[in-house]
């Protein structure tokens, strides 16, 4: 289904851009869906679930194929690595929208046994935690999101050789937006440290130009 509406779009995109030499690039990491939930057949009887647009693909993946493990997941819904896989299946598992059996996860069928209570035409939010509270799982995400952008930069500018600021941001954004909440600080803090570890370093004469210096 998701499959088809991507297609349908980029036809759409080709023709309207058949002058201009332009391409479409699908984003699958950003993006938020909303899940009507009927109660009865009254158009008012509709509770909304605001999730992820990764958390929409692993519910319609498992309301299409039933029971699947992690893996299978991994391999079928886009997600690259099994922390974002673990994040992003939090807050369902927490409210029960999946449940896992014997290793395998599978979508909830029946109202009465979610743990949230969805009321008519009232959102309900079931997005991956933001970074922000100093709780311990959100240190370890911290810790988790810094490797990240570190090896990301790390993995630019091994292939530049030499970027400037703006084109570091640009590209540990491309790579890591919808994973992780992060900013320009916090990016630049990252460039600090890998100066400190000697991976990088600032042009002596371009203050926001970074050289490619591995020990």
Known sequence: ?????????????????QTE????????????????????????????????????????????HGGRTKPELLNDTGINYEEELTQQMENLLDSRIIVEN???????????????????????????????????DQIVLKKERDLKIQSSIVRLMKTNKEMLYPQIYGGVQRGLLGYYDFSSHDILAQIDELINANYIKRDDRINNKFLYTPV
Do not use: D, H
Request: proline fraction near 4%; avoid cysteine; glycine fraction near 6%.
């Open 1 to 17: 289904m998701i499959e088809q509406a991507i297609n349908q779009m980029e036809r759409f995109y080709q023709t309207k851009q």
């Open 102 to 136: 014997q290793g395998k996860f599978f979508l909830q069928t029946e109202q009465s046994k979610l743990k949230v209570q969805i009321v008519p035409n009232r959102p309900l939010t079931l997005l991956p935690k933001r970074i922000g509270e100093n709780s311990e």
């Open 21 to 64: 030499k332009k391409s479409l690039v699908w984003n699958y990491k950003i993006g938020q869906s909303t899940i009507n939930y009927k109660f009865g057949p009254s158009a008012q009887q509709v509770g909304k679930i605001i999730v992820s647009n990764l958390q929409l693909f692993i519910i319609i993946y498992l309301k299409q």
